[in-house]
């Protein structure tokens, strides 16, 4: 949690995740999610830095829920600015490709 600004943003409404605002509420939403698995994993197939303090990412995340024995798995992109040297905002989407055009366009607007 040490790169997120103490008021940055965790965005997933898009996906139905939610939104938390603060170091300390992003924290505990990634505490609960992982908590809600007995085992996961998660595995990064692209980052780029698409300049201008703006980095977009594509992972796939998979795990076990606690008590069960099926296996669930989903792909999301992730827009991540940064200001400061900290994560100003997160904003993760489960449509990769219109994840993808908002990165770019919000580097391009920072430039």
Known sequence: MRFYAHDAVWD???GGIGSFEGAA???GFLEDWHAAYEENEYHQEEAQDLGNGVLFAV??????????AGWVQ???????TWADGMIARVVVRADIDEARADAERLAEERG
């Open 25 to 27: 509420a992003i924290r």
């Open 12 to 14: 997933g409404s898009s």
């Open 74 to 80: 989903e792909r999301y992109g992730y827009t991540v």
């Open 59 to 68: 992972a796939t995340l998979g795990g076990r829920p606690a008590g069960s």
